[in-house]
């Protein structure tokens, strides 16, 4: 069973900066993709950005340019650097990872979530 561990979240002034982290254990197979969600109260959950092993990104639209997700593989560890935030930003933050295994099932595994709030 694969654990998440996120950290980081907090209360910021619109234009500040957080870095969020998350750290994953009990992994026996390679995290493929590892990525950072978000959901507001009473709203879906939607995709922040995601990154692969390999170290390809994406991002959703509304944070090009402000957010840079970053991984390092030996410490199955994600991050995210949030800069210029806005009060829009603010949600729970669910760190993701993702395993494929070489028979095509996927796995999903889930953070806790950290909340972020930005104050404008």
């Known amino acids: 069973q694969v654990q998440l561990v996120e950290s980081g979240g907090g209360l910021v002034q619109a234009g500040g900066s957080l870095r969020l982290s998350c750290a994953a254990s009990?992994?026996?197979?390679?995290?493929?993709?590892m990525g950072w969600y978000r959901q507001v109260s009473g709203k879906q959950r939607e995709l922040v950005a995601t990154?692969?092993?390999?170290?390809?990104?994406n991002y959703v639209d509304s944070v090009k340019g402000r957010f840079t997700i970053s991984r390092d593989n030996a410490k199955n560890t994600v991050y995210l650097q949030m800069n210029s935030l806005k009060p829009e930003d603010t949600a729970v933050y669910y760190c993701?990872?993702?395993?494929?295994?070489?028979?095509?099932?996927?796995?999903?595994?889930w953070g806790q979530g950290t909340q972020v709030t930005v104050s404008s």
């Open positions: 993701n990872a993702q395993i494929l295994t070489e028979l095509g099932f996927r796995y999903d595994y």
């Open positions: 009990g992994s026996r197979l390679s995290i493929n993709v």
């Open positions: 990154i692969t092993r390999g170290g390809s990104t």
